[in-house]
């Protein structure tokens, strides 16, 4: 994703779904302004705490109610939030504000999936289609649309595919957290072989450096605006409006 960001240095950015703070601490190094939001007020305690730079800020937030103005950063980046929206009405709605709030460029990475709709009930996840992802931007103020494949993991999508249709078949309900006695050990199971998954499809990924979208898990889509035009922003007039957006 680094070199997306290198034309930004000196702009203002939004981290939509910032978690900790990792990618907005990134961001801080090259941006003149930084807003982190995220729904979770412990994850945004966390950021604050690892995150003093004057140039960032943090809020409680969510992405289907951004509280900026419109046109009102330069960049935006959603990496692997809008999955985590598990209601496909507010995964559309988020799509609508990044694209509002934004006046240049939009980075969306996220699990997508080539043509079904999953809802996953290990973790709270909802891919939907690259597709979908497509055709809503699309109806929005939109100049360009590009996908990049990111990870290359054969053996990662043949086992999650396999336990999706058996978790389906089956009837099967591995909760995200807590549960049954016998759904934490699946969970833990499943835990354990994704791992060896990951490390045995790692050689795949790097045989193939720029791996088709169609191939990958994840997709960044890097969105240009029509209004896109790379200029000075002053910070100051990126003003994160504290209503209750919580």
Known sequence: ???????????????????????ALLLAEKASYVAGIDISREMIKIAKRRCSRPNVDFLVASAYAIPLRSNSVDLSLSCTC???????????QSLHEITRVTRNRILLLELMSKSSLTRLTHYPTLVIPR??????????????IADVGVDFLP???????LRNSLFKKLGIKATSYGGSLEQQALRNFYQIISVFALLFSLPFNKMVSNPSSDLTRH?????????????????SSVSLQKTGNR
């Open 82 to 92: 809008i999955q985590h929206i598990v209601d496909k009405d507010k995964q559309q």
């Open 131 to 144: 597709v979908h992802y497509m055709s809503t931007l699309k109806t929005l103020d939109i100049k360009s």
């Open 155 to 161: 053996l990662v999508t043949l086992m999650e595919n």
């Open 1 to 23: 994703m680094a070199p997306f960001l290198s034309s930004f240095k000196g702009k203002t950015a939004l981290d939509v779904g910032t978690g900790i703070g990792r990618w």
């Open 219 to 235: 997709v960044l889509l890097v969105v240009r605006k029509r209004t896109e035009q790379i200029t000075h922003v002053d910070p």
